[in-house]
């Protein structure tokens, strides 16, 4: 097979054949589509167990709102939450102030425990008070 005939070409000079490509502002140009397309979504419904679904943010690959869809089409309402998130919509947040949620329990002070009467370890704001054994006579 005889080898195509090349042209040369010095560095630097201009191709003849190519044309420069003019920037386009057109939204509805081909090329943007397919680079939004292959843009993954923020946030996904994934199937969570048990026919559960949930809202994950695929940035971070975490949990991100309330919304759960169980039982019958909860598929489709959870893929239908992904698109509204998708399309700039506000996460479902169920108790905002999370008034909801129990407080974070008071550790015991080392004050309020004899350690010699204690049957097990106690968390204080010191530090672990642990029972002291029984002195031998």
Known sequence: MPAPD??????GEPLATITPLEPTTDPLDPAIEALEAMVPPLFAAK???GGRWKIWSTANDDWFSD?????????AQAEAEAERLNA???PLVLDPQRTSEP???????????????LKQAVLTNDGWLCPEPKAKD
């Open 6 to 11: 090349l042209t040369p070409q010095i560095p």
């Open 47 to 49: 199937h969570n167990g």
């Open 67 to 75: 919304f759960i869809a169980a039982g019958d089409g909860a598929k």
């Open 88 to 90: 700039g919509g506000d």
């Open 103 to 117: 407080a974070p329990k008071a550790q015991a002070t080392t004050g309020n425990h004899d350690a010699t009467t």
